[in-house]
Antibody, heavy 122, light 108 residues
Framework: QVQLVQSGPEVKKPGASVKVSCKAS????????FSWVRQAPGQGLEWMGW????????NYAQKFQGRVTMTTDTSTSTVYMELRSLTSDDTAVYCC???????????????WGQGTMVTVSS | SSELTQDPAVSVALGQTVRITCQGD??????ASWYQKKPGQAPVLVLY???DRPSGIPDRFSGSSSGNTVSLIITGAQAEDEADYHC???????????FGGGTKLTVL
């Protein structure tokens, strides 16, 4: 099964942007779907959006529209999430999560990256 | 509504059965998923679709559904089941995903 390895922790100032990567092992990258889910300290999980490596189609949560961009690089089996205009409210652990063909109908994430801590502080 | 509502905390005696519920209008139309989340670890999918368990998830985890409410049932709870449990589903539009606020399960 595919494994997901994310980039390391980031510290950013308010107003800056952050770009987090998520590299997938295995050769079935384009058959999967990927989302980004974040968890702020003491809060629940929050869905940010979804991208298909097959055709690059994206769907972002309304809350992040205009501020987030998700992309893929099929040559390296990597998914990226860029979040702009950061505020302290964006301090959270950001996880990439994968949908395999078996779980796409129910939109269930059965593979997860290890998480990337993004801290926004002046 | 596109929200999923969970009780913040539930406790269960070791070896007993516990039900964790998730309520929302979208659950009338879309499957729910359940994730186990322990501090410092990535979420783990424990139940999805029509009461399906991923490989490696013990069969003490099961689910039920009625109307706009789904439940995760742990039959014979173990100490290692102590975690936060989050439900999710597509939202009412079908294009986005929503998570419940999570339920902290304590095994006594």
């Amino acid at each position: 099964q595919v494994q997901l390895v994310q980039s390391g922790p980031e510290v950013k100032k308010p107003g800056a942007s952050v770009k987090v990567s998520c590299k997938a092992s295995g050769d079935t990258f384009t058959t999967y779907g990927f989302s980004w889910v974040r968890q702020a300290p003491g809060q629940g999980l929050e869905w940010m959006g979804w991208i298909s490596p097959y055709n690059g189609n994206t769907n972002y949560a309304q809350k992040f529209q205009g501020r987030v961009t998700m992309t893929t690089d099929t040559s390296t089996s990597t998914v990226y999430m860029e979040l702009r205009s950061l505020t302290s409210d964006d301090t959270a652990v950001y996880c990439c999560a994968g949908l395999t063909p078996r779980t796409m109908i129910s939109h269930s994430y059965n593979i997860w990256g290890q998480g990337t801590m993004v801290t926004v502080s002046s | 509504s596109s929200e999923l509502t969970q009780d913040p905390a539930v406790s269960v005696a070791l070896g007993q059965t516990v039900r964790i519920t998730c309520q929302g209008d979208s659950l009338r139309s879309y499957y729910a998923s359940w994730y186990q989340k322990k501090p410092g670890q990535a979420p783990v999918l424990v139940l999805y679709g029509n009461n399906d368990r991923p490989s490696g998830i013990p069969d003490r985890f099961s689910g039920s559904s009625s109307g706009n409410t789904v439940s995760l049932i742990i039959t014979g709870a173990q100490a290692e089941d102590e975690a936060d449990y989050h439900c999710s589903s597509r939202d009412s539009s079908g294009y986005a995903v929503v998570f419940g606020g999570g339920t902290k399960l304590t095994v006594l």
